[in-house]
């Protein structure tokens, strides 16, 4: 069985990896800089991005998902950029462990014929 080197993913799988090249082509195509997230059209990516950092660091995991997969994904590289503002090392460790075992599950449990990555 052949299979593709880079599956076409849909928004609902974007949300779920948002660290594949494909979701980062997503955002990039979004066209937002850090200024655009001052308009309230953006409130939503903002206060995703603050609830997964929160998240991180009160149960060390991120859990919730939001209902609409273009905020899920969007928020994940504002979260990143939040984070990384910080001087706070704990709080850069603490998010990243948090995304990475939360990533680590999505794949255990994911249907090891759907992806090939």
């Given amino acids: 069985m052949k299979t593709e080197a880079n599956p076409v993913l849909t928004p609902y799988n974007?949300?779920?990896?948002?660290?594949t090249?494909?979701?980062a082509n997503y955002i990039q195509g979004l066209e937002i800089n850090l200024k655009d997230l001052t308009n309230t059209e953006y409130q939503?990516?903002?206060?995703?991005?603050q609830e997964r950092?929160?998240?991180?660091?009160?149960?060390?995991?991120?859990t919730q998902r939001h209902e609409k997969d273009e905020?899920?994904?969007s928020s994940f590289?504002?979260?990143i950029v939040m984070t990384a503002a910080t001087i706070d090392?704990?709080?850069?460790?603490?998010?990243?462990?948090?995304e990475a075992e939360r990533a680590y599950e999505l794949l255990r449990n994911e249907d090891r014929r759907k992806y090939h990555w």
């Fill in 14 to 19: 974007l949300a779920r990896y948002p660290f």
């Fill in 21 to 23: 090249s494909q979701a």
């Fill in 44 to 49: 939503d990516i903002l206060e995703k991005a």
């Fill in 53 to 62: 950092i929160e998240e991180a660091i009160l149960f060390g995991s991120i």
């Fill in 71 to 73: 905020i899920e994904v």
């Fill in 77 to 79: 590289p504002i979260a």
């Fill in 89 to 98: 090392s704990y709080l850069k460790r603490r998010y990243a462990l948090a």
